[in-house]
């Protein structure tokens, strides 16, 4: 199930689980909201932010401050250590390079 490129292991920060991140199209979002500092002031009010372009991809990465319902006070995942039962977003986990320091993936 790993993306090609990442290599490593979950060091349980807890990191990636304080926030969704989804991926939307560059184009579209460009298109839709006329520029991209309009969409980034629409998205504001909503509490969404673009935490990535990628022009070269089309691609951007919109986050917001939510965290899992089973992230604990001390940062750990109360599903860590029963797979079956996450989801197969957070296996998955990350597609691609993130801006977490703490995180045991890396992209070679």
């Known amino acids: 199930m790993n993306p090609s490129g990442r290599k490593g292991e979950c060091r349980q920060c807890g990191e990636c689980c304080r926030r969704v991140r989804i991926t939307g199209?560059?184009?579209?979002?460009?298109?839709?909201?006329?520029?991209?500092?309009?969409a980034r002031l629409y998205y504001s009010f909503r509490g969404i932010r673009i935490a990535e372009i990628d022009k070269d991809m089309?691609?951007?990465?919109?986050?917001?401050?939510?965290?899992?319902d089973k992230l604990t006070a001390e940062?750990?995942?109360l599903l860590h250590s029963?797979?079956?039962?996450?989801?197969?977003?957070?296996?998955?986990?990350?597609?691609?390079?993130?801006?977490?320091?703490?995180?045991?993936?890396r992209w070679q």
């Open 25 to 38: 199209i560059l184009s579209n979002i460009e298109r839709q909201h006329g520029s991209l500092e309009e």
């Open 75 to 77: 940062n750990r995942c």
């Open 82 to 105: 029963d797979p079956e039962k996450k989801p197969v977003i957070c296996h998955r986990y990350p597609w691609f390079e993130d801006d977490i320091e703490d995180c045991g993936y």
């Open 58 to 68: 089309d691609r951007v990465s919109l986050e917001m401050d939510i965290p899992c």
